[in-house]
């Protein structure tokens, strides 16, 4: 339940330590923005805000959309690039109690209008972009009543039919004297609805609660060590969030967040170098774009002291690469997690450094230990929703199931997506545990090895030349990977005779033509009689490009490949 603010701070609002930072370190710089002014550094300008001005301009913000007619409670989707004003409404819809959708613009026009029909917004905020966009495809028709309109020139805000941020702002300013009161939340309330990015599915509306977000930032403290003062470059908007929160300011570079593979390094290094950045964010997309790019310069990032990666598991190559640019004792450190928990396990690039040679032959990915107050279980395999949770579900060391968490950053439910909700969440006393969708092993050291989704798994039908046998995506890609000519596999599942039957998608590395193919086909048979987790896998196919999700440009739509790999074969 959403009260106002009372003298013992009852309740929680993320924005607390924001409003604590403004007090201690009011001129300390919270936000810096990059702007680029062409494809030269010459060209490279930044807005700055320090948290005083940060919170002041939230509190502002936040007292005029109640104004506007917004209540605590509403929803209001936020399609805001990163910028300052991005920082100053996400803050101040938590400081109103109004609950942010967050989407990723990159899912699809489909994809992000059943979001919007599923979270039901009450209020669309955004750029003129995508006020156009809301208008041409209907996005949040039957629900949205308050439309208001960030940026753009006069005409431009006049075509989408949308009050202005700077008119909002102006009303409030002549109605409102009084200074803002921020609102407090149950712990467990809805405070944000994140969807997921919709690469292994149709994308859920993840429920979050400011329990949730001060795990979170809990995490950052205690298990990454991030400390007041610092300063990163934040190449996420989420994550970005944090560095207010944490006392650390958010240096956001000038590239598009859902395509971290097009950004340009250059201003990347600009935007480190400028303001002497100690942590970094990173996918894997970006990791390997920056770190050819510094291997191309000989540049080196010396001010950094922490690189956080999450999203995919990164390639050990790729990390190698990007570790050039780094001091010798500085780590990437490698996060397990999903939009609905996380972060949950953390490996640093060293110790990974050495899972080379089981990672090459099957042994799955690993991502380290479950961090301090998280709880990881392998359960069997199944498709049928579990109520509840019994220790007895637990499998011993060393036996590939699913993954299932248990944490204070977990989350307990999807929006409007019962059904979901009753097949990913196992009910553990009063707290919740979520099923990952993800198949690993824990080892007698307790480290977690990824191997791949659920759904990828392929279960192959016996055959005359054949036991039935179950199929790994991770581990067996891993192994058809070591080919010199191969730059990554896909693992799917194919009907050859009625039976399913285990095929392996090859993308070539560039320098290598196809003709080569028969040869190759040979040579990857042999691979795989050589590990148990690859035998009896006999079909190979060239593709020409995967397709794979934009933002990371490392999950495969393999479902995708199936479907394009069933058309090939002849029976």
């Given at each position: 339940?959403?009260?106002?603010?009372?003298?013992?701070?009852?309740?929680?609002?993320?924005?607390?330590?924001?409003?604590?930072?403004?007090k201690t370190i009011p001129n300390s710089l919270a936000v810096a923005v990059q702007q680029a002014n062409g494809k030269s550094i010459a060209g490279l300008g930044y807005q700055e805000m320090d948290f005083q001005t940060l919170n002041?301009?939230?509190?502002?913000?936040?007292?005029?959309?109640?104004?506007?007619?917004?209540?605590?409670?509403?929803?209001?989707?936020?399609?805001?690039?990163?910028?300052?004003?991005?920082?100053?409404?996400?803050?101040?819809?938590?400081?109103?109690?109004?609950?942010?959708?967050?989407?990723?613009?990159?899912?699809?026009?489909?994809?992000?209008?059943?979001?919007?029909?599923?979270?039901?917004?009450?209020?669309?905020?955004?750029?003129?972009?995508?006020?156009?966009?809301?208008?041409?495809?209907?996005?949040?028709?039957?629900?949205?009543?308050?439309?208001?309109?960030v940026g753009g020139s006069a005409l431009v805000r006049a075509l989408t039919g949308a009050t202005s941020l700077e008119n909002l702002l102006e009303t409030s300013r002549s109605r409102t004297t009084e200074p803002f009161k921020m609102?407090?939340?149950?712990?467990?309330?809805?405070?944000?609805?994140?969807?997921?990015?919709?690469?292994?599915?149709?994308?859920?509306?993840?429920?979050?609660?400011?329990?949730?977000?001060?795990?979170?930032?809990?995490?950052?403290?205690?298990?990454?060590?991030?400390?007041?003062?610092?300063?990163?470059?934040?190449?996420?908007?989420?994550?970005?969030?944090?560095?207010?929160?944490?006392?650390?300011?958010?240096?956001?570079?000038?590239?598009?967040?859902?395509?971290?593979?097009?950004?340009?390094?250059?201003?990347?290094?600009?935007?480190?170098?400028?303001?002497?950045?100690?942590?970094?964010?990173?996918?894997?997309?970006?990791?390997?774009?920056?770190?050819?790019?510094?291997?191309?310069?000989?540049?080196?990032?010396?001010?950094?002291?922490?690189?956080?990666?999450?999203?995919?598991?990164?390639?050990?190559?790729?990390?190698?690469?990007?570790?050039?640019?780094?001091?010798?004792?500085?780590?990437?450190?490698?996060?397990?997690?999903?939009?609905?928990?996380?972060?949950?396990?953390?490996?640093?690039?060293?110790?990974?450094?050495?899972?080379?040679?089981?990672?090459?032959?099957?042994?799955?990915?690993?991502?380290?230990?479950?961090?301090?107050?998280?709880?990881?279980?392998?359960?069997?395999?199944?498709?049928?929703?579990?109520?509840?949770?019994?220790?007895?579900?637990?499998?011993?060391?060393?036996?590939?199931?699913?993954?299932?968490?248990?944490?204070?950053?977990?989350?307990?439910?999807?929006?409007?997506?019962?059904?979901?909700?009753?097949?990913?969440?196992?009910?553990?006393?009063?707290?919740?545990?979520?099923?990952?969708?993800?198949?690993?092993?824990?080892?007698?050291?307790?480290?977690?090895?990824?191997?791949?989704?659920?759904?990828?798994?392929?279960?192959?039908?016996?055959?005359?030349?054949?036991?039935?046998?179950?199929?790994?995506?991770?581990?067996?890609?891993?192994?058809?990977?070591?080919?010199?000519?191969?730059?990554?596999?896909?693992?799917?599942?194919?009907?050859?005779?009625?039976?399913?039957?285990?095929?392996?998608?090859?993308?070539?590395?560039?320098?290598?033509?196809?003709?080569?193919?028969?040869?190759?086909?040979?040579?990857?048979?042999?691979?795989?009689?050589?590990?148990?987790?690859?035998?009896?896998?006999?079909?190979?196919?060239?593709?020409?490009?995967?397709?794979?999700?934009?933002?990371?440009?490392?999950?495969?739509?393999?479902?995708?490949?199936?479907?394009?790999?069933?058309?090939?074969?002849?029976?």
């Amino acid at each position: 339940m959403i009260s106002q603010l009372i003298e013992n701070n009852d309740g929680a609002n993320l924005c607390r330590h924001l409003v604590s930072a403004a007090k201690t370190i009011p001129n300390s710089l919270a936000v810096a923005v990059q702007q680029a002014n062409g494809k030269s550094i010459a060209g490279l300008g930044y807005q700055e805000m320090d948290f005083q001005t940060l919170n002041a301009k939230s509190d502002e913000l936040a007292s005029a959309l109640i104004c506007h007619g917004l209540t605590p409670g509403m929803k209001a989707v936020l399609m805001v690039t990163p910028s300052i004003d991005f920082f100053s409404l996400t803050f101040a819809l938590f400081k109103a109690g109004i609950i942010p959708i967050l989407v990723d613009p990159g899912m699809g026009v489909k994809n992000l209008k059943q979001c919007f029909i599923e979270a039901k917004p009450d209020a669309f905020i955004g750029i003129p972009k995508a006020h156009i966009a809301r208008r041409l495809f209907g996005w949040g028709k039957p629900t949205v009543k308050h439309l208001i309109n960030v940026g753009g020139s006069a005409l431009v805000r006049a075509l989408t039919g949308a009050t202005s941020l700077e008119n909002l702002l102006e009303t409030s300013r002549s109605r409102t004297t009084e200074p803002f009161k921020m609102q407090w939340l149950d712990k467990d309330a809805m405070a944000a609805i994140l969807f997921t990015s919709g690469s292994t599915g149709t994308p859920k509306g993840v429920v979050y609660s400011h329990k949730m977000f001060e795990a979170q930032i809990t995490a950052l403290k205690d298990d990454y060590g991030i400390k007041p003062g610092e300063r990163d470059l934040a190449t996420f908007p989420l994550f970005s969030l944090f560095g207010p929160a944490l006392g650390m300011a958010s240096i956001v570079p000038d590239m598009d967040a859902s395509k971290p593979i097009t950004a340009n390094p250059d201003f990347i290094f600009a935007a480190i170098e400028k303001y002497q950045c100690s942590n970094m964010f990173v996918n894997p997309a970006l990791i390997e774009r920056l770190g050819q790019a510094g291997e191309q310069k000989s540049h080196k990032l010396s001010s950094i002291k922490r690189v956080i990666s999450a999203g995919a598991p990164a390639t050990i190559s790729s990390i190698k690469c990007f570790s050039k640019m780094l001091n010798d004792e500085v780590e990437v450190l490698n996060s397990y997690g999903a939009t609905e928990s996380l972060p949950l396990s953390k490996i640093g690039s060293k110790a990974l450094f050495n899972t080379t040679d089981i990672t090459d032959n099957g042994g799955g990915i690993c991502v380290g230990k479950a961090i301090d107050g998280v709880d990881i279980a392998i359960i069997a395999i199944d498709e049928q929703p579990i109520s509840s949770w019994d220790e007895s579900l637990r499998l011993p060391a060393d036996t590939i199931g699913e993954i299932v968490v248990k944490g204070p950053m977990v989350s307990r439910s999807y929006y409007q997506r019962d059904s979901a909700t009753k097949t990913a969440k196992i009910k553990d006393g009063s707290e919740i545990r979520h099923r990952m969708g993800d198949l690993g092993y824990l080892d007698s050291d307790g480290l977690l090895w990824m191997c791949g989704r659920k759904a990828h798994r392929v279960d192959a039908d016996a055959t005359a030349a054949n036991e039935p046998q179950r199929y790994y995506s991770i581990p067996c890609e891993r192994i058809f990977n070591t080919h010199s000519d191969v730059k990554r596999s896909a693992l799917v599942g194919v009907k050859v005779a009625g039976k399913v039957t285990p095929l392996v998608c090859i993308e070539l590395k560039q320098s290598v033509a196809c003709s080569l193919s028969n040869k190759l086909y040979s040579e990857l048979r042999a691979i795989a009689e050589q590990h148990s987790q690859t035998q009896g896998i006999e079909r190979f196919l060239i593709h020409p490009d995967f397709p794979v999700d934009i933002r990371h440009n490392a999950k495969i739509f393999r479902e995708k490949l199936a479907v394009w790999a069933q058309k090939q074969i002849k029976e």
